[in-house]
């Protein structure tokens, strides 16, 4: 693949923010992973988790790439999910090092996802199962699944500067 390449320009965006995770992650004491700075907000509600914030950003990545799969017909619409399913913040995730061993195995899929697609796989489209009025294509997954995993890394970075404040 040309360093340069579309696909190639996407796994260094996966490769970037597995690394960002893992930095959040590093040093990190199991408790913090469940602190959230307040637990209601006159906008928008409870505050999430630094932990959820960040195993929401791996599930939703598996989630967009699995729609993008499903897209291309290589899966089955049931297939389309996050990598622990329901359970995306279960007891597991309250460990900094299962935490970083979820994102090692994400970087893989994400790996193995791009090694198998071709420039033309990215024009790939197909109406959504459930939504036939909205189209779905793999372009537009991939590039929502890194912008939606930005979004939590960035959140997940004020929450844990927000955490580290009074232990400063």
């Known amino acids: 693949m040309n360093a340069t390449s579309e696909l190639a320009t996407y796994r260094r965006f996966f490769d970037n923010m597995a690394g960002d995770i893992d930095l959040l992650l590093a040093d990190l004491p199991a408790e913090a992973l469940l602190w959230k700075p307040f637990e209601r907000s006159p906008w928008r509600g409870p505050a999430g988790s630094l932990g959820w914030l960040i195993a929401h950003a791996i599930s939703s990545t598996y989630y967009l790439l699995r729609r993008a799969e499903w897209t291309m017909a290589r899966i089955e619409w049931e297939a389309v999910n996050g990598d622990e399913g329901s359970d995306e913040f279960g007891a597991a995730n309250?460990?900094?090092?299962?935490?970083?061993?979820?994102?090692?195995?994400?970087?893989?899929?994400?790996?193995?996802?791009?090694?198998?697609?071709?420039?033309?796989?990215?024009?790939?489209?197909?109406?959504?199962?459930?939504?036939?009025?909205?189209?779905?294509?793999?372009?537009?997954?991939?590039?929502?699944?890194?912008?939606?995993?930005?979004?939590?890394?960035?959140?997940?970075?004020?929450?844990?500067?927000?955490?580290?404040?009074?232990?400063?």
């Open 94 to 168: 309250h460990d900094p090092a299962y935490l970083r061993a979820r994102t090692r195995r994400m970087v893989a899929y994400v790996q193995l996802l791009f090694d198998s697609l071709s420039p033309h796989d990215l024009d790939a489209s197909r109406p959504h199962p459930q939504h036939p009025d909205r189209i779905l294509t793999v372009r537009f997954d991939i590039q929502h699944a890194f912008e939606h995993m930005s979004r939590h890394i960035g959140h997940a970075e004020l929450t844990r500067q927000l955490w580290a404040l009074p232990r400063a």
